[in-house]
T-cell receptor, first 110, second 119 residues
């Protein structure tokens, strides 16, 4: 089983659509969870951390289910500018390496 | 807003040559990292560095690789004898390491990357 596994995508959605990404991780001792966004040939940029209780930041909602080792990201009212690759990232040991999923590519079309 | 910076943005080298990739982490951060991303593939961890020593390294980080913090601001990755398969984007990251899980102090911030091309 891969350490961090994501929906392979790609997701092609119209503007205004709601889209959800899923991610599973294999290390049950993992402590920190993140969604990063990566534009083509750019560095990963933090989109949001994921808390156990779930958290929301504007149009973005992240959920964590520790029992199922599952993380999700929901994007509502998608914009053209949301087009990017979304990376599920898990930090198993504090302050040590982060493990990245392969990413899910999203294209929002007019 | 403080940023991680990296130089050069693009490095072209001949196979077998040594390269040094440079990073300036965010100034109050204590933990530093190198990652690489081969074109079309996922981001892979190389090494983490804390308190002037390597704290963890991946199997990719073999004897050809080394890291150094030569002064109070720079963090470098050296590849001693480059191979074709070292061609990738190399990202430096840093974190303060002072926050609870999920907080900004627990988050790694990435530099813009150095694109290494080995010919």
């Amino acid at each position: 089983r891969k350490e961090v596994e994501q929906d392979p995508g790609p997701f092609n959605v119209p503007e205004g659509a709601t889209v959800a990404f899923n991610c599973t991780y294999s290390n049950s001792a993992s402590q920190s969870f993140f969604w990063y966004r990566q534009d083509c040939r750019k560095e990963p940029k933090l989109l949001m951390s994921v808390y156990s209780s779930g958290n929301e930041d504007g149009r973005f909602t992240a959920q964590l289910n520790r029992a199922s080792q599952y993380i999700s990201l929901l994007i509502r009212d998608s914009k053209l500018s949301d087009s990017a690759t979304y990376l599920c990232v898990v930090n198993a040991v504090r302050n040590n390496d982060m493990r990245f999923g392969a990413g899910t590519r999203l294209t929002v079309k007019p | 807003e403080p940023e991680v910076t990296q130089t050069p943005s693009h490095q072209v080298t001949q196979m077998g040559q040594e390269v040094i990739l440079r990073c300036v982490p965010i100034s109050n951060h204590l933990y530093f990292y190198w990652y690489r991303q081969i074109l079309g593939q996922k981001v892979e961890f190389l090494v983490s560095f804390y308190n002037n020593e390597i704290s963890e390294k991946s199997e990719i980080f073999d004897d050809q690789f080394s890291v150094e913090r030569p002064d109070g601001s720079n963090f470098t990755l050296k590849i001693r004898s480059t191979k074709l398969e070292d061609s990738a984007m190399y990202f430096c990251a840093s974190t303060s390491g002072t926050g609870a899980p999920g907080t900004p102090g627990d988050t790694q911030y990435f530099g813009p990357g150095t694109r290494l091309t080995v010919l």
